[in-house]
């Protein structure tokens, strides 16, 4: 919680609270239901709450945004970054119920009004984003192949509309055949090892009518 004060020290008495009650949410979400993996759960902020973070570093979202996060599992990196972003709007997605119903608890007790979860195939949702956001949930060439139709055609910010993913490791292979994706390294911005092979990779996508 401390790094997340400091690497972000303009939040709002409000924001830094919901970012407190994370903890307990989770913790007590996680005894019921398994959404975060046991050994990472004492290590939620760093793992989870700041890696999602990640993301706002190479991109902060303007008021008015549309981001779909695909494979939100416990609601990574959706909720985190809802909770930075509260005039932006965030469509939470996974094939998983039990996985969708602790979103929706969690957003609920949070008050975050600019969350939607639903139990949704990336494939069947409806509409376009300015961007979309997902945690490793598969290759680039597959994760494409499900939302390459969903960009909006407006941009407005410094990134092109298009994919911010965390992925980690040498991603050359999985890369190869999207020339015009970036790679930026997380450890350029915050400091814990855990960050040292981990990137958020920008994947710019044309709009499709």
Known sequence: ???ILKQFPNLTENQIVQFQKLEHLYHN???KINVISRKDIDELYTKHVLHSLAIAKVQPFEAGTYILDVGTGGGFPGIPLAILFPESRFY???VI???INVVKAVADALELKNVKAEQIR???VKGDYDFIVSRAVTNMPDF???IKDKIKKQNKHTLKNGILYLKGGDLTEELKDFPNATEYNISDFFSNAFFETKKVVHLPLKFKA
């Open 144 to 146: 494409v192949s499900w």
């Open 1 to 3: 919680m401390e790094e």
């Open 92 to 94: 939470l997605i996974d």
């Open 29 to 31: 979400w996680n005894a």
């Open 122 to 124: 990336a494939e069947n």
């Open 97 to 99: 119920l039990k996985k």
